[in-house]
């Protein structure tokens, strides 16, 4: 992947950010957590929570899923070369998400709100561990959390409703 050909002249906020998320994934693949703040992001997410399709219409999917998640899977999905799955993930104020296993590599997006989260160290028998005790953070709308399949995380401390886009990405099948 050619991360450094135009500088970002000429592409969309989409690009930049989708081409942000896969150098972070390309780095830290399968070696452990990584916090990003991919550019494009304020011309990506929505005021209402959601992500923006690009056109004048603002509207959810036809799938209740919020506009442009599509565009965003897919841009991720060809860039990787991988099959991107979203979902997203409400907390109300004060509720805990703990105790989650990545069963596949994962990428937390704030799209409204803020909350704590925790990823532990590796799990025994990885073969390159990079964190030696927990990592934990305060993730924020234009930030995105990457979690490798088979680390452990929990999302908890929401002061404010916060919703998150998770993208769940999946090896090619061949």
């Given at each position: 992947m050619d991360y450094e050909g135009d500088r970002g002249e000429g592409t969309s906020d989409l690009e930049r950010f989708v081409r942000d998320l896969a150098l972070c994934l390309s780095v830290h693949h399968d070696r452990g957590p990584a916090l990003v703040w991919p550019d494009g992001v304020d011309t990506v997410l929505a005021e209402d929570g959601g992500?923006?399709?690009?056109?004048?219409?603002?509207?959810?999917?036809?799938?209740?899923?919020?506009?442009?998640?599509a565009a965003l899977t897919f841009s991720l999905g060809a860039l990787l070369s991988c099959r991107v799955g979203s979902s997203y993930l409400a907390l109300d104020?004060?509720?805990q998400s703990g105790?989650?296993?990545?069963?596949?590599?994962?990428?937390?997006?704030?799209?409204?709100?803020?909350?704590?989260?925790?990823?532990?160290?590796?799990?025994?028998?990885?073969?390159r561990a990079v964190l030696d005790r927990p990592?934990?953070?305060r993730l924020r709308v234009g930030e995105a959390l990457y979690v490798p399949s088979g680390f452990d995380y929990a999302l908890n401390e929401a002061h404010s409703p916060c919703t998150l886009l998770v993208l769940a990405l999946h090896p090619p099948v061949w």
């Open positions: 992500l923006r399709r690009g056109r004048a219409d603002p509207g959810p999917e036809p799938d209740g899923v919020a506009a442009g998640t104020p004060g509720a105790g989650n296993t990545a069963a596949t590599d994962l990428v937390l997006l704030p799209v409204r709100g803020s909350c704590d989260g925790r990823v532990e160290p590796a799990p025994p028998g990885r073969a990592l934990e953070l």
